[in-house]
């Protein structure tokens, strides 16, 4: 587990076969009846990805909660409560870049990466940012 964890890439053929790690999160009442009453989610990070739609119902509705999250989220998977995503570009051939592959579509994100990097965009922490929705 841990930060190292989550930035593991992915080995093998297939990326089902990928165990990603569990991420920390804290959710108070209050956020949780702020982000659900909210008409539009906008999440800040792979981590808030994958804190909201652990935490949402089927619905999209938030509940309060501490925990882990080992949720790996991969094309396919349908969102619940993030409508919206601000996240950095990811490096190739890891989890993270699955997650905006599966929030944007496959084809839009190879598309946006190889115009950052037809454009020198800075990649990985620290580095230019993207909005998806």
């Not at 930035?7 to 108070?28: L, T």
């Not at 935490?55 to 919206?84: C, H, M, S």
């Not at 993270?96 to 598309?111: K, R």
Request: no cysteine; proline share 2%; aromatic share 12%.
């Amino acid at each position: 587990n841990g930060f190292e964890s989550i930035f593991r890439f992915i080995r093998g053929e297939r990326i089902d076969d990928h165990q990603v790690g569990s991420e920390e999160y804290n959710v108070s009442e209050e956020a949780a009846k702020l982000i659900s009453g909210a008409q539009r989610v906008v999440a800040v990070g792979t981590t808030s990805v994958r804190t909201l739609e652990s935490l949402a119902d089927a619905n999209g509705k938030i509940r309060a909660g501490q925990g882990e999250t080992t949720l790996y989220i991969t094309p396919g998977y349908t969102f619940k409560a993030v409508d919206a995503m601000l996240t950095n570009f990811h490096l190739p051939g890891s989890s993270l870049i699955v997650l905006v592959a599966a929030f944007a579509g496959v084809d839009p994100v190879m598309n946006a990466y190889q115009l950052a990097l037809a454009q020198q965009f800075r990649f990985y922490s620290y580095g230019d940012a993207m909005f998806i929705s």
